[in-house]
């Protein structure tokens, strides 16, 4: 199934100029959550509505966990997407867009990121940015997404220093918060045109070259359940790539990785 044209986008094939996300922009001093600020707004605007804020009083997470950080201190944005394409094209895009933000955050920080499945963002094995998307679907039709996403800049609380960092520590060399943002987006929107077109092969090669845990031993726990193997990477359609002692591939598709290893059970 091939994507319809998003609202004020022509009907031509997609390509890398197509479809920009980031304009037009919005910059609040303070607000709830700039994904509520972008699911108000979508009924009426185009694709690439973007809402930055300085501060969140109810960031969130996957799973609904709290985004926590001092005013000022996180860069915090929205964007609207209007897919218009099946379920199944768009799947891998939540899992691929940390490909982009790690990349950009490696370009303008001159540090070492990676990936951390599905979500995270990771610079020495502390999360310094996070990724939230949300679709609203139809049938098979993905009709909007909002892909949210905040990275630390200026430090962390204290009760997350061990598992968070910020660029303030981490960079060496002065991030300017603006080029950072412009930078984003426009890798954003190239992954998400790629995306669009099935053209995944370099984002998947990409993303395992990022990759945090490949060949370690994992857990990923959904709920109450956990599934355990050695981490081999993703498939095409975003899903963790899990294998058992003898090799046999188990495919998850939601929940938290931890790393090993563990306890031999009862």
């Known amino acids: 199934m091939t994507c319809q044209s998003a609202r004020s986008f022509p009907d031509d094939p997609v390509n890398d100029q197509q479809r920009q996300l980031g304009q037009p922009r919005t ?8 994904m509520d600020d972008i699911a108000r707004l979508a009924p ?32 915090l944005f929205s964007t609207l ?103 984003l987006l426009a890798r954003l929107s190239r992954l998400y045109n790629r995306v669009l077109k099935g053209d995944l092969d370099e984002l998947v090669r990409r993303w395992h070259e990022m990759a945090a845990y490949v060949g370690d031993q994992v857990c990923v726990l959904v709920g109450s359940d956990r599934h355990c193997g050695t981490l081999k990477g993703i498939d095409r359609t975003g899903a963790l790539q899990l294998a058992d002692e003898i090799g046999t591939l188990t495919s998850v598709h939601v929940g938290d990785v931890v790393r090993g290893p563990f306890p031999a059970g009862p």
Do not use: M
């Not at 910059?27 to 700039?34: E, K, P, Q, V």
């Not at 694709?47 to 001092?70: C, H, N, S």
């Not at 139809?138 to 949210?148: C, D, P």
């Open 27 to 34: 910059y609040l001093d303070r607000t709830t959550s700039t």
């Open 81 to 183: 997407l209007l897919p218009g394409c099946s379920h199944s094209l768009f799947q891998p895009f939540p899992v691929l867009a940390g490909v982009a933000v790690a990349e950009a955050i490696q370009h303008y920080a001159g540090v070492v990121t990676q990936v951390k499945w599905p979500n995270d963002v990771l610079i020495d094995g502390r999360k310094v940015a996070g990724i939230l998307v949300t679709t609203r679907v139809t049938g098979e039709l993905v009709e909007s997404a909002v892909i949210g996403i905040g990275i630390n800049l200026s430090g962390v609380p204290d009760d997350l220093e061990s598992t968070a960092i910020s660029l303030a520590e981490a960079a060496h060399v002065p991030v300017v918060t603006a080029h950072l943002l412009d930078e």
């Open 44 to 75: 009426s605007s185009q694709e690439g509505l973007t809402v930055v804020a300085r501060e969140q009083t109810q960031g969130r997470g996957r799973a609904d966990r709290k985004w926590q950080d001092a005013p000022g201190s996180s860069l």
